[in-house]
């Protein structure tokens, strides 16, 4: 479709977002069933001092159970008796929990989706509010492929890649066991990974 046509519209409306009353007015109704993973056109990420690994790792909440490793952790080392067993057994109980949602086999799986995508470890370590435009959308794209959504809707999924991050993409896209729906002037993309145009 031509530049303002209602693509973007169409997809923010199908990943739940309300529309500002400036956009084009529309009717009927969609139903969501299962997780869905949207990448808009320009991403507006919430917490920007929230470093680059762990608004990857949100999309599966494990940034949060980390969090409270490290939070455990300080405290075991600052305390003594009582305070110092409920830190040891509140480390104990966040590993587990950790492990049982494959933290480790997760953190893995983002270092490479972000590899991947061209994100150095040392932009990894960075808040956002650090990054350019580009990165942060790099960071956003690992995000949704990282959350193992059932759908995702993809605007424009290959703004600021490179030449290699758009190869890995479309074969990451190829094979992706769920649903896709992508705007993108990509046309090889849209050849090697949708089965309908419209």
Known sequence: GRN??????LTRL??????????????????????????????????LTQLARDRVLSA?????????IKK????MATSEGDKLAKA??????????????????AESEA?????SLGL??????????TLSGGQRRRVELARILFS????????????????????????????YSGGLIVISHDAELLRSVVNNVF
């Open 4 to 9: 303002g046509a209602g693509k973007t519209t």
């Open 14 to 47: 199908l990943a739940g977002e309300k529309l500002t009353s400036d956009a084009m007015s529309y009717e009927g109704t969609v139903r969501r069933s299962g997780t869905i993973g949207y990448l808009p056109q320009d991403p507006r990420t919430g917490d």
């Open 60 to 68: 599966r909440g494990i940034e949060g159970i980390l969090r409270r």
């Open 72 to 75: 455990a952790e300080a405290e």
């Open 88 to 105: 040891m057994d509140r480390h104990a109980r966040l590993d587990a929990e950790f492990t049982a949602q494959g933290g480790w086999a």
């Open 111 to 115: 270092a490479r989706i972000t590899a």
């Open 120 to 129: 150095p470890t040392r932009v990894l370590e960075q808040p956002l509010e």
């Open 148 to 175: 193992d959504a059932e759908t995702l809707l993809l605007d424009e999924p290959t703004n600021h890649l490179d030449h290699d991050s758009i190869v890995w993409l479309r074969e990451h896209l190829r094979t």
